[in-house]
């Protein structure tokens, strides 16, 4: 049986790479309404959050398959900031805006869609 993942984590480390290797700066753009979205509110607008991801603005920056994590400083305050994939809305280069959106109400799909339309097998347990 095929396990359908979501491509996005995989873009988002790709698109960071590639940005920090043009020397720019990584931004990510996030949905900040989510129940696990761990952001610092004060700097929510319109339920959204830009966060710099560059390596001075960060501490152990972890881009993985169900979350990005890392420990930033805000108004000289830590924070550890914790975002659901899910949430992650785009991550770009701040000095050019090149980089990717993703769909809002992305979520991997629960199967693949099937090569044809004819007759397919289901385990039922």
Request: net charge negative; with cysteine; aromatic share 8%.
């Amino acid at each position: 049986m095929t396990h359908s993942i979501s491509q996005k984590p995989y873009l988002v480390r790709a698109l960071y790479d590639w940005i920090v290797d043009s020397a720019c700066t990584p931004y990510l753009l996030v949905d900040a309404t989510g129940d696990t979205v761990q952001v610092p509110n004060d700097y929510v607008e319109d339920g959204k959050i830009v966060l710099n991801l560059s390596a001075a603005a960060v501490r152990n920056l972890a881009l993985e398959n169900e979350a990005v994590h890392f420990d930033g400083r805000f108004s000289g305050s830590s924070f550890a900031v914790s975002v659901p994939i899910q949430s992650v809305l785009a991550i770009y280069a701040k000095e050019t805006g090149q980089g990717m959106m993703f769909d809002a109400s992305e979520s991997p799909p629960d199967e693949p869609p099937s090569a044809t339309n004819g007759p397919s097998l289901k385990v039922v347990k």
